[in-house]
């Protein structure tokens, strides 16, 4: 029962934006989204999360609709190291459910 | 620790042998997660640790996998009687309540 919904792959060019769409159109109203990456034979690495403001740090951007349905996450300029699977998952901010992961989007960022 | 530790990384075992996987988690954190990765495939949740709360074994694919966590700090996964179809990447996260950090993983290859 995926709460989210990802394309499964996308392409980018280095130096360009990425942009991962993710739909979460079940979200509750304490549910916040998160997004992780794997990076091939790698564990999984947290990258942001959020509740509804637009949220920013080192690594990427995470903007969220209005209405919570949906989020993109942006990485403003894509390296080759960047190429992994992007995981958005949606859930409250604390320990009291499991984390599940969906199928991701598999970026791939070509020269 | 710095970070989750996961050993051994590597684990080849003979059909029908029992192994045990550790993981250490990060020092404080109340959540420990065990997942599995086959080749090519996503993240399967196993089994969730959640501070003395009995564990969420939902995701355990039969009664030849166990996990225990003792004193809420190490965990271990058991496989007992291995099938070749366990064959695959077993990773541990540990969390305290936004963010998860993942293990490296044990690659565990059954001959």
């Known amino acids: 029962d995926a709460k989210t919904t990802q394309p499964p792959s996308m ?3 280095e130096g360009r934006a990425a942009n991962l769409p993710c739909n979460h159109s079940t979200i509750s109203g304490n549910e916040y989204v998160y997004w992780y990456r794997q990076i091939h034979s790698q564990g999984p690495q947290y990258i942001i999360h959020g509740l509804k ?3 920013t740090n080192e690594m990427a951007s ?10 993109t996450l942006i990485l403003p300029h894509a390296t080759l190291r960047d190429t992994a699977v992007y995981y958005c998952i949606v859930r409250v901010p604390d320990n009291t459910d499991k984390l599940i992961f969906g199928t991701g989007t598999r970026l791939q960022v070509f020269p | 620790g710095a970070g989750v530790s996961q050993s051994p990384s590597n684990k080849v075992t003979e059909k029908g042998k029992d192994v045990e996987l550790r993981c250490d988690p990060i020092s404080g ?3 420990l997660y065990w997942y599995r990765q086959s ?3 996503g993240l399967e949740f196993l089994i969730y640790f959640q501070g003395n709360s009995a564990p969420d074994k939902s995701g355990l694919p039969s009664d030849r996998f166990s996990a225990e966590r003792t004193g809420g700090s190490v965990s271990t996964l058991t496989i007992q009687r291995t099938q070749q179809e366990d064959s695959a990447v077993y990773l541990c996260a540990s969390s305290l309540s936004l963010k998860a950090f993942f293990g490296q993983g044990t690659r565990l290859t059954v001959v």
Request: hydrophobic share 25%.
């Open chain 2, 29 to 31: 954190h109340t959540a």
């Open chain 1, 53 to 55: 403001n637009n949220e």
């Open chain 1, 62 to 71: 995470l903007i969220i609709t209005e209405d919570r349905k949906s989020s």
């Open chain 1, 11 to 13: 392409d980018c060019a």
């Open chain 2, 39 to 41: 080749l090519g495939q």
